[in-house]
């Protein structure tokens, strides 16, 4: 009977142990790549389109609290250099318009809810070193959506919506790089 004590106690032990990881895994509400959806500069007034007609971008965040984003407009036109760094002044102030990337490091709360971040870098260098409570920027999640909020410093509100990219399957060709 003390052995079958014992082992039902392991077991359970185990079982809880289990339950509370897939738990812990599942509390950050963020964790994981998302594609933009749509973009909205001043979303409850002016409502213009942030990013162009074609806004394009990617948001990952990583299990070790970092993150990547990368914000497009698809509407720019390539540059007639073929050469990183040779744009024209035009073409440049284009690009620096319609484009940002930045990463860095992110929180959340013991609920799993986004709770700032801090950039580390930018295309954007007035951005590098700042630290975004959810005064600045929320991230609300619900389901495969999530709805980014930032107010930049001059007051202007931007909105995006995300959708969760979801995993891709393994037994998928890859398609051969030319």
């Known amino acids: 009977m003390c052995k079958s004590k014992s082992a039902l106690s392991i077991l359970i032990a185990m079982l809880i142990g289990v339950s509370t990881s897939a738990k812990a895994e599942s509390l950050n509400q963020i964790l994981g790549t998302w594609r933009m959806v749509t973009a909205q500069i001043d979303p409850d007034s002016k409502n213009l389109p942030a990013y162009g007609s074609k806004p394009n971008g990617l948001l990952v965040f990583t299990e070790d609290m970092h993150f990547i984003e990368v914000l497009t407009d698809a509407t720019i036109p390539k540059f007639a250099s073929d050469v990183r760094g040779q744009g024209t002044a035009e073409e440049n102030r284009a690009a620096m318009a319609g484009n940002i990337g930045f990463f860095g490091t992110y929180t959340v709360d013991k ?60 037994d998928r060709p890859v398609p051969a790089i030319r």
């Open 111 to 170: 609920e799993g809810v986004f709770s700032g971040n801090r950039v580390e870098a930018s295309t954007f260098p007035n951005w590098i070193g700042q630290v975004r409570t959810r005064k600045e920027l929320r991230l609300v999640v619900e389901g495969d959506r999530m709805t980014e909020n930032f107010q930049r410093p001059d007051g202007t509100r931007i909105r995006i919506i995300w959708q969760r990219v979801q995993d891709v399957a393994i």
